[in-house]
């Protein structure tokens, strides 16, 4: 009856532990720590050192009737994957994670998304077992101190090489921490070796059998003298478990159960999976002192209940806190395993300053929303105040990463609090979702320029002057937009030279545009009747002086580059419908003042990549002098604030755009722009962006670029830091209240869903508005871009002239026939040319033979005479002759109607030319 009863009482005992186990609330946290984490097994041990902090008095524990809480360390392979876990009853879990923190100041913690183990399980086979020590729990199994390699290693290389579709394997490390009372066990251990006792290890039944053999043992040995024993020498292997012993008990204790679960699709192979895991566990094994055995295997699937709740009912098996970390801590360096989820990069704690949006302030207009902290489970919603986007706000990070979502949320925050702003996106997708989330009241407010509406085209003239101080500034922008359009290799100082005159005589003509620039170059008339309107000194002198003096053939290897490159630009239907017209329909400044929104969709895939990069160039820049005029009010604080977001900058970046990050705060202007790569920006860009730039976000980047800006977030962050952060986890760098704050890292807030769309309203008043439709734009452009006046007449033989396009290019020499420039009179007050100093011919400058007027009048009057009656098609004379034709020209005006006498640009090579017999001519007055 005696042993019924204890029966009873000791099921009842477990089954009201059991129950207490599966009531406790409880969480299931995750583990992450970066590839260069460098705390090894001593910081484990450390660990749990400090947890044992959770042990309950034993009154306290009798009193309540409750039962010492346990903490489930584990392992789980799934999918490929290898995740660190720690299971922890609710009311421990902020305990701890400061510990674990505490020794792993890099480690990321976050709750599961959901319990692993509570999964409906689809494999047919599940095996399990536990792991058991071989003898008596005071003696120590081998620990971490004895490894030249990290024992983790060999167990997450067992892991790593389970299959990726259908199997796993969980292992579980419950620890409950025990009081110094089992010091005494290993007290009496060590004295019974020491009295010839021998080691007492094993279960109860094996030990009863020890006890009455030495019982039996000690009544037939004889009396030593003086009626004592004498005391027994003891072996090496006897003084070696001694000393271990008192060594493993110096240090806390817990009492532990190793549960493993394999799950797969086939028996054999779960038990041979089974046995290579029990296998590496086997590395604590010493054959002198203690070790690890799998006992309780099974095929039942009602394990999984004991797993799933981490049911830990009885008293394990005792293991110090040393014992404890070489079987479960978190790797490092050293552990090269594959599969390892590792965290993506380490995080960093927020300035105490931080502008937060929660509670009283989550609704406060001066902050704009976009982040959420991450460090160590803190998550709080964050912004920059206002005042601050003035410093403006730089953005890198590679495809996908987050660099639009971001933008978004600060546009969002300026529709919401009315404020006005403008949007220049390369994509589309931007500009489209941002439309998304404008309300019905601020549908007026709205212009959206969409060049691929080509129905309903915008009026927008890069060269329309609204303050005729602005003349040389707009002149400048416009030909730094086409510079970097075309590239510095095909760009000469003869170019720029030319157009920088043609574009400032343009400038004083009512209604001028950049289709005009052809005109100007091109037709005489026209050109004379610009130069009516031009008070400028410098500029007439150009003109009237240098360019009248300069040869027909001169003239026209100067003036074709500048065709080839406008031409190129203004060909394009799409763009000339919306350049063309010459009054803009939307007014920037206006915008600006008065807080409205701009949002220009140059989407590549729609209007291609040179156009959008052209429009979005001209718009950055009218927006730069649109602010720059803010000048004519006089208090800062009357400039009302507007924002400019611009993603993919670089598109549109010329190297003026150092002068409006380093300006643009005192006109009101709020820059936040966005790229990829550094490599992407001109050197003088990037040093006014790094320069410049008060707040610096960066998602993801490539190896190359990572050094470098690491160096903007130093000593929080390293470069490896910068390279593997997930989607929308970014590094920031910010100023707070005018001040630099150290670098931390974030994630972006996700987008509220869009209430109600208004974006086919949007649509609806721009065109409405600020668009006319096709058919009426390309009549008035029709009307301006008529043929040249001189052109109107037919062409005679004796005023055709050689039109060299191609640069350098050489028309055939005759000996009797080549006709030879006029000798051209002084100039008396023109500036200064870039033809004046050296020229090389690959960037179209003529000879010096072709520069020098000839002083053989005589020649001159023969080759004349010789040349007259021959026809531009002729073999000799001053038309093409074998082999003489440019490599690139300019068809010749005809008298088709108007919309086809635009010049196009074609590119012939030479034997080309020369096989077809075309003829490249052109009257230039």
Partial sequence: MPIVGVLVFLSYRNYKRASQIEQTESVLLVLEIPKANEKQELAAEQLFASLHGILRDKKELVMSGGLQEHISFEIAAIGKHIRFYVWVPKHLQNFLEGQIYAQYPTVQIHRADEDYARREVEQPVVFSG???????????????????????????????????????MWIQVMARPIADDWHRRASRYVSSVKNGGGAFGGDLLSNLGIYLLKAIEALWQPP?????????????????????????????????????????????????????????????????????????????????AEYVARLFIDKGYILNIEELASVFHLPHTNVETPNIVWASSKTAEPPSKLPIVTGEQAHDQEISAFGLTNFRGINHQFGLYRSDRGRHVYVIGQTGAGKSGLLELFALSDVFYNQGYAIIDPHGDFAVNNMRFIPPHRIKDVVYFNPADTAFPIGFNPMEVTDPAMRNNISSEIIGVLQRMFGETSWGPRLEYILRYTILALLYYPNSTMLDITRMLTDKKFREEVLTHVDDTVVLNFWRIEFASWND??????????????GAFTANPIIRNIIGQPKSTFNIREIMDEGKILIVNLSKGLIGEDNASILGSFIVTKIQLAAMSRSDIPNIEDRRPFYLYVDEFQNFATNSFATILSEARKYGLNLTVANQYVSQMSDTVRDAVFGNVGT???????????????????????????????????????????????????????????????????????????????????????????????????????????????????????????????P???????????EQAPQHPQQGQPSDQQQQPSANGSKRRRSRSRSRGRGPGSSTGGGNTGGSTPSSAAPQLSHAPAQQQRPAVTTIKPREAAATGASNELRLR
Wanted: glycine letters at 4%.
């Fill in 130 to 168: 536990e792991l058991v020590l071989t003898d008596n729990e005071v003696l120590p199994i081998k620990t971490f101190q004895s490894f030249e390699v990290d024992p983790l290693a060999g167990i997450t290389a067992t892991l790593a090489k389970l299959d990726q579709s259908n199997e796993e």
């Fill in 224 to 304: 030593q003298e003086n009626g004592t024993s004498a005391p027994k020498e003891l072996s090496e292997r006897e003084k070696t478990r001694i000393s271990e012993v008192e060594k493993k008990s110096t240090k806390l204790g817990y009492q532990v159960k190793i549960r493993m679960v394999y799950l797969g699709t086939d028996q054999v192979a779960a038990r041979q999976q089974m046995q290579a895991i029990v296998g590496t566990f086997k590395q604590f094994n010493s054959t002198n002192l203690n070790g690890f055995t799998m006992k309780k295997s099974s095929y039942s699937r009602d394990v999984l």
């Fill in 696 to 822: 610096m976000i960066t998602f993801r980047i490539s190896a190359d670029d990572a050094p470098l800006l690491a160096k903007q977030f130093e000593p929080q962050f390293e470069a490896a830091d910068l390279l593997q952060m997930h989607n929308r986890h970014f590094v920031i760098s910010m100023v707070i209240k005018g001040e630099k704050a150290p670098g931390f890292s974030a994630t972006t807030l996700t987008l509220p869903p869009a209430q109600t769309d208004y974006s086919l309203n949007i649509i609806e008043n721009t065109r409405k508005n600020f668009a006319s439709e096709r058919a009426g734009v390309e009549e008035a452009i029709r009307k301006i871009i008529a043929p040249p006046s001189n052109l109107q007449k037919p062409q005679s033989s004796n005023m055709a002239k050689q039109w060299p396009i191609a640069n350098g290019a050489k028309p055939a020499q005759n000996n009797r026939d080549q006709q030879r420039p006029k």
């Fill in 824 to 834: 051209a009179p002084q100039p008396q007050a023109a500036p200064a040319t870039p």
């Fill in 553 to 566: 053939k001169f003239a026209s290897e100067a003036v074709a580059p500048v065709l080839n490159k406008v």
